[in-house]
């Protein structure tokens, strides 16, 4: 099976939930929750993709760098290349239904950790998603993250202990849902969280605790006074406020800010090897992708997901020989171009 194959299977059995694009940019699902599209105009999806689009690269090739090293160590654990799966929840409900939320989810985990990497699984409105998501990971030996939605704090530290039972080795939370629609659909109380309540999540734990949805430079500061290991530098995939800047537009004056305090991730329009090189290189120490995994998924099950990360691996690796770096430590923002 080829990845073009992959696609053309995706196609149909997507059956016009998602479009699979040629590029996932948002133009063609603008609007549609359920569904695969940014909320309302689509601008903030679209704005994902627009501003990693703008950041150049500086071509490099007079140097020793010839096999760099992709690889690294997050949270304990050693990974092929800095890309998560992100959690992309609510098959059913958002994709037609063809496929279970088992065996999308169990795809995505078996693809996952066969292409070295790991997993992000969600929460969702119907309490058996975070289960069904939950109990895939602890199959796999625990090897994955589950991201709660931001209920009430004793709901969230209840599903933390759940979490643990299943011997994962990271959790968090996505306060970026704090007002989605899909949620509100269902009648599930969602909302944003004080600092008081992060810290109190944060000490209900002894696992790294990663907070999922900060955009500007003051929220990134309050994150890390409440304790968190890691944040996420995303919009929700522009599914839960119109009308935001793009991740990467945003992700340098946080990292000024937090670099080197917590770990920096990034999600947002992220499409290629050459994509994740570009976050990199903007201040992200690691990125989840989101949307591309499930045509993936849909249309390769575990096979497809392990051969778009073999594919993302490969392209990675091509940029940063051509941009002079031998390891992710080497990335910079001496390989933008400045024009």
Same mark, same amino acid.
């Given at each position: 099976?080829?990845?073009?194959?992959?696609?053309?299977?995706?196609?149909?059995?997507?059956?016009?939930?998602?479009?699979?694009?040629?590029?996932?940019?948002?133009?063609?699902?603008?609007?549609?929750?359920?569904?695969?599209?940014?909320?309302?105009?689509?601008?903030?999806?679209?704005?994902?993709?627009?501003?990693?689009?703008?950041?150049?690269?500086?071509?490099?090739?007079?140097?020793?760098?010839?096999?760099?090293?992709?690889?690294?160590?997050?949270?304990?654990?050693?990974?092929?290349?800095?890309?998560?799966?992100?959690?992309?929840?609510?098959?059913?409900?958002?994709?037609?239904?063809?496929?279970?939320?088992?065996?999308?989810?169990?795809?995505?985990?078996?693809? $996952?950790?066969? @292409? !070295?990497?790991?997993?992000?699984?969600?929460? #969702?409105?119907? %309490?058996? &998603?975070?289960? *069904?998501?939950? /109990?895939?990971?602890?199959?796999?030996?625990?090897?994955?993250?589950?991201?709660?939605?931001?209920?009430?704090?004793?709901?969230?530290?209840?599903?933390?202990?759940?979490?643990?039972?299943?011997?994962?080795?990271?959790?968090?939370?996505?306060?970026?849902?704090?007002?989605?629609?899909?949620?509100?659909?269902?009648?599930?109380?969602?909302?944003?969280?004080?600092?008081?309540?992060?810290?109190?999540?944060?000490?209900?734990?002894?696992?790294?605790?990663?907070?999922?949805?900060?955009?500007?430079?003051?929220?990134?500061?309050?994150?890390?006074?409440?304790?968190?290991?890691?944040?996420?530098? $995303?919009?929700? @995939? !522009?599914?839960?406020?119109?009308?935001?800047? #793009?991740?990467? %537009?945003? &992700?340098?004056? *946080?990292?000024? /800010?937090?670099?080197?305090?917590?770990?920096?991730?990034?999600?947002?329009?992220?499409?290629?090897?050459?994509?994740?090189?570009?976050?990199?290189?903007?201040?992200?120490?690691?990125?989840?992708?989101?949307?591309?995994?499930?045509?993936?998924?849909?249309?390769?099950?575990?096979?497809?997901?392990?051969?778009?990360?073999?594919?993302?691996?490969?392209?990675?690796?091509?940029?940063?020989?051509?941009?002079?770096?031998?390891?992710?430590?080497?990335?910079?923002?001496?390989?933008?171009?400045?024009?």
């Amino acid at each position: 099976m080829n990845y073009s194959e992959i696609l053309e299977n995706a196609r149909t059995n997507l059956n016009g939930s998602c479009r699979v694009c040629p590029v996932c940019n948002g133009k063609a699902c603008t609007g549609e929750i359920p569904g695969m599209g940014g909320k309302g105009t689509g601008e903030s999806f679209f704005e994902n993709v627009e501003a990693l689009k703008r950041y150049k690269l500086n071509m490099r090739v007079l140097h020793s760098c010839k096999d760099p090293d992709t690889s690294i160590r997050l949270f304990g654990k050693k990974m092929r290349i800095p890309v998560f799966a992100a959690p992309v929840a609510g098959t059913a409900f958002n994709l037609g239904g063809k496929f279970t939320e088992e065996e999308y989810i169990s795809w995505i985990t078996k693809g $996952s950790l066969e @292409g !070295g990497i790991y997993p992000m699984v969600g929460d #969702g409105a119907h %309490d058996a &998603l975070f289960v *069904i998501n939950l /109990k895939e990971l602890q199959n796999a030996g625990g090897n994955g993250i589950p991201i709660i939605k931001p209920w009430e704090n004793e709901r969230v530290i209840e599903k933390i202990r759940m979490a643990e039972t299943a011997e994962v080795f990271a959790v968090g939370m996505d306060i970026d849902a704090a007002g989605l629609i899909t949620l509100a659909l269902h009648g599930k109380p969602v909302g944003p969280k004080s600092v008081e309540d992060i810290r109190q999540i944060c000490r209900s734990t002894e696992l790294p605790f990663i907070l999922k949805g900060i955009m500007t430079p003051d929220e990134a500061e309050l994150a890390v006074e409440a304790g968190v290991a890691a944040i996420v530098v $995303s919009n929700h @995939g !522009g599914r839960a406020l119109d009308h935001t800047p #793009g991740v990467a %537009d945003v &992700l340098p004056e *946080i990292a000024k /800010k937090v670099k080197g305090k917590i770990a920096i991730l990034a999600d947002g329009g992220i499409r290629s090897g050459v994509d994740v090189l570009k976050m990199l290189a903007l201040g992200a120490d690691a990125v989840l992708i989101g949307r591309p995994f499930v045509p993936a998924a849909f249309g390769g099950q575990s096979e497809g997901v392990k051969i778009y990360i073999d594919n993302i691996a490969a392209d990675l690796k091509s940029a940063m020989i051509l941009t002079g770096c031998n390891s992710i430590g080497d990335i910079s923002s001496r390989i933008l171009f400045e024009g």
